[in-house]
T-cell receptor
Framework: AQKVTQAQTEISVVEKEDVTLDCVYE???????LFWYKQPPSGELVFLIR??????QNEISGRYSWNFQKSTSSFNFTITASQVVDSAVYFC?????????????FGQGTRLTINP | DVKVTQSSRYLVKRTGEKVFLECVQD?????MFWYRQDPGLGLRLIYF???????EKGDIPEGYSVSREKKERFSLILESASTNQTSMYLC????????????FGSGTRLTVV
């Protein structure tokens, strides 16, 4: 069965520090997608990134970067020069196809607090 | 701006009541999903629907049912609410090939007393 593990339940850092959120996944599928979502205090999950299993290139978007390593089944997320607005719960997710629908399996989430 | 709208942000119900949680999307998405979110457990799939009148059980369907009579609307029903169903409920939708991920609603925080 698909599984996503986010071992870090909570992380607290001071503003401007770099922080990495870990994500490890298990799947038997050869083709799959990995996602990161952000959940701010307002509650709505916001899509951050999608990564295809065949594309192991790292991605950078502003202060955000993602490191996908198929060999270790990991898809880690780094925030550089963190800001208070980055405080949120972050979820890693893995797609699983069922009945033609891509079902997402989520990790437990990591609560990130950026202190001024 | 495309949206998934959940009818209630906060809801308080009594044990044994029948509860309806409504979700509407305006993106013409084929797939719709109901998750519940609990601390330390992440998001767990209750039910999903890949077409009108079609539904599939997720990982934790017990105590819940769903209805999808129109493409844009997906309802979650608690036939007889219990205190262990106190949770945050999140609705999401996606295209038929959801490799682009989901669009989520803002969630409904349900308290059963």
């Amino acid at each position: 069965a698909q599984k996503v593990t986010q071992a870090q339940t909570e992380i607290s850092v001071v503003e401007k520090e770099d922080v990495t959120l870990d994500c490890v996944y298990e799947t038997r599928d050869t083709t799959y997608y990995l996602f990161w979502y952000k959940q701010p205090p307002s509650g709505e999950l916001v899509f951050l990134i999608r990564r295809n299993s065949f594309d192991e290139q790292n991605e950078i978007s502003g202060r955000y970067s993602w490191n996908f390593q198929k060999s270790t089944s990991s898809f880690n997320f780094t925030i550089t020069a963190s800001q208070v607005v980055d405080s949120a719960v972050y979820f890693c997710a893995l797609s699983e196809e069922r009945r033609g629908a891509q079902k997402l399996v989520f990790g437990q989430g990591t609560r990130l607090t950026i202190n001024p | 701006d495309v949206k998934v709208t959940q009818s209630s942000r906060y809801l308080v119900k009594r044990t044994g009541e029948k509860v309806f949680l409504e979700c509407v999307q305006d993106m013409d998405h084929e797939n719709m999903f109901w998750y519940r979110q609990d601390p330390g457990l992440g998001l767990r799939l209750i039910y999903f629907s890949y077409d009108v009148k079609m539904k599939e059980k997720g990982d934790i369907p017990e105590g819940y049912s769903v209805s999808r009579e129109k493409k844009e609307r997906f309802s979650l029903i608690l036939e007889s609410a219990s205190t262990n169903q106190t949770s945050m409920y999140l609705c999401a939708s996606s295209l038929i090939r959801g490799s682009y991920g989901y669009t989520f609603g803002s969630g409904t925080r349900l308290t059963v007393v």
